[in-house]
T-cell receptor, first 117, second 113 residues
Framework: AQTVTQSQPEMSVQEAETVTLSCTYDTSESDYYLFWYKQPPSRQMILVIRQEAYKQQNATENRFSVNFQKAAKSFSLKISDSQLGDAAMYFCAYRSWATSGTYKYIFGTGTRLKVLA | DGGITQSPKYLFRKEGQNVTLSCEQNLNHDAMYWYRQDPGQGLRLIYYSQIVNDFQKGDIAEGYSVSREKKESFPLTVTSAQKNPTAFYLC????????????FGQGTRLTVV
């Protein structure tokens, strides 16, 4: 069974600085998707970034980028130029490749990010 | 606007009563999911469905039941057998196939007293 681990329950970053959130996962599959979701105080889940396992290039979305290390099963999120609006709970998630038949999204326990003014 | 609607946003029930949480989507997604969120435990999968009239148990299905009679709807019933039902419940959907992310509703906060 696949598992997702986020070992940092809480992180803090100064406004305009850079922060990295860690995520590791365990799987025997070779093809899969990885995601970072943001959950602000409204509790609405918002997709931040996605990575396809078959792609070697790390995904980037504006100030958000990932460091995907497939062999190490590591998927960290880097937030550059942190803004007050980045304060939220961040979840790492895994989804298996669709050809496996039955697939589901597996989430980590989350990292609460605080942004200090 | 396309999206996922969960209702109600807040729900209160007395202990021992069954309660049904609604989830409707107009995204034409095949797959739908129910998650439970508790502090420090992330999102845990309760049930999921890939197609109409079919669904699978997730990691914490005990005390819950679902139905999938229509593509758009995936209601979750929290039964009296669920020992700790007070939680935040999230419904999600996704396209079955090569597309990727799950889209989420705004959640229902269930409080059992």
């Amino acid at each position: 069974a696949q598992t997702v681990t986020q070992s940092q329950p809480e992180m803090s970053v100064q406004e305009a600085e850079t922060v990295t959130l860690s995520c590791t996962y365990d799987t025997s599959e070779s093809d899969y998707y990885l995601f970072w979701y943001k959950q602000p105080p409204s509790r609405q889940m918002i997709l931040v970034i996605r990575q396809e396992a078959y792609k070697q290039q790390n995904a980037t979305e504006n100030r958000f980028s990932v460091n995907f290390q497939k062999a190490a099963k590591s998927f960290s999120l880097k937030i550059s130029d942190s803004q007050l609006g980045d304060a939220a709970m961040y979840f790492c998630a895994y989804r298996s490749w669709a050809t496996s038949g039955t697939y589901k999204y597996i989430f980590g326990t989350g990292t609460r990010l605080k942004v200090l003014a | 606007d396309g999206g996922i609607t969960q209702s109600p946003k807040y729900l209160f029930r007395k202990e021992g009563q069954n309660v049904t949480l609604s989830c409707e989507q107009n995204l034409n997604h095949d797959a739908m999911y129910w998650y439970r969120q508790d502090p420090g435990q992330g999102l845990r999968l309760i049930y999921y469905s890939q197609i109409v009239n079919d669904f699978q148990k997730g990691d914490i299905a005990e005390g819950y039941s679902v139905s999938r009679e229509k593509k758009e709807s995936f209601p979750l019933t929290v039964t009296s057998a669920q020992k700790n039902p007070t939680a935040f419940y999230l419904c999600a959907s996704s396209i079955r196939g090569t597309s990727t992310e799950a889209f989420f509703g705004q959640g229902t906060r269930l409080t059992v007293v």
